[in-house]
Structure formats: C-alpha cells, structure tokens
C-alpha cells in the first residue's frame, strides 16, 4: 500500500477514536451511556473505547511497515527505557486513582445494593503523583507510547496518540475546572499537566 494512504487512513481511524471517545467522554455522552446500560454505563463507556482503541491499532498494523528502525543498541534501549518507566509510573500512579469507580465496577456494585447514585467521579486528588502533575495516567501513557516508537507504526501510534491526549486533555480541563471550582483553578496554577516542571508558585499542601 502506498505509504500516503496508509497515513491517510490511520490518521482517519485515530480521529474516528478521538472524536467517538471525546463525546462519550463529554455530558451528552454519559446520559447516553446511562439511558442505555444504566449502571453499566461507565463499563460500557470503558469496553466501547478498548474495542475502538483496538480497531485503530488493526488499521495502523494493515497499512503501516511494522518493521523496526535500525537503531544503535544504545538508542534502543533508551527508547525501551521509556516503556518501562511508563508501565512503572502507571502502576504507581493507579494507587492514587479510585480503580474501581474508573472501571465503572463500583457503580456497578452499588447499584446491586440498591444505591443507585453513586457518582462516577472521585473527589478531586492533589496527593502522590498529583502533587508533580495534574494528569499522571496521561504522563504514563506517553512515556509508554513513545518508549514503543520503534518502528513506523509505532512511531505513528506515538504520534497520534499523543496527540488525542493533548487535545482530549483540554476538553478534560474544562469538566474537571466545572466538577472542582476554585480548587481545580488552584490546582492548574501551581501543577504542571504531564511533565513535572519547575513550578512558579509553591506547591498545594
């Protein structure tokens, strides 16, 4: 296949995942997923996005070269660095994160305890990792799709990837800037959002 139009279709799958999953992500969405699978909607919401997430990655290894990069050993590793840093800081990371409700497993279970409003979102978190960034899952999740940029699909996945997690970060602020008021608006002045700079105030106690 011609290179430019399997850039051409990968670049349609991963806009057909960004734009599915932002909506799902955004009110209209929720109340969708809610009409539909009830207590089940954030389970739904999570299988939908894996299932999608799945079919972009068929897409890339169909019209991409999946062959690695003749890189020295030393870049190569470095490169694999990154992945492990990623998966590590990820599972660090998890520990300050609500899994059950992020899964949607929780809302599940206390629906069958008859407590149908359990809320979805977990109070706001400015402990452990959120005390360097705002968005920890996010800086592993880059860390982990650049430390698989061996060859050029996963040079491509890196690529779009981050991408959707840069602009999908900023319609992500604006809820989280609704869900939390002034602690959020707090919290964005005095944490960077992925990467752990230098901060120009002090740190949230």
Sequence with gaps: MDAIVGHGLNAAAWASFGLGHSWLAQERGRRWLAGRFGPWGRVAYNAISVLHLGLVGVVGLLTLDTR??????????????????????????????????????????????????EPEDEPLRLDGPH??????????????????????????????????????????????????????????AEVPAFFPWPRRTPPVS
Excluded: C
């Excluded at 490169?79 to 994160?97: E, V």
């Excluded at 050029?152 to 809820?175: D, N, Q």
């Design 68 to 117: 690695p990069f003749d890189l020295p050993p030393l870049a190569l590793g470095a490169i694999q660095a990154l992945a492990w840093a990623g998966a590590l800081f990820g599972l660090y990371a998890s520990l300050y994160y609500d899994m059950g409700r992020l899964s949607g497993i929780r809302q599940v279970w206390a629906a069958r305890q008859g407590r149908a409003d």
């Design 131 to 188: 005390r360097w960034v705002r968005h920890p899952l996010y800086l592993a999740a880059f860390l982990l799709l650049w430390g698989g940029a061996t060859s050029p699909f996963g040079l491509s996945v890196a690529a779009w990837g981050s991408a959707y997690l840069v602009i999908g970060t900023w319609f992500e602020e604006r809820k989280l800037s609704r869900l939390y008021g002034e602690a959020y608006a707090r919290h964005q």
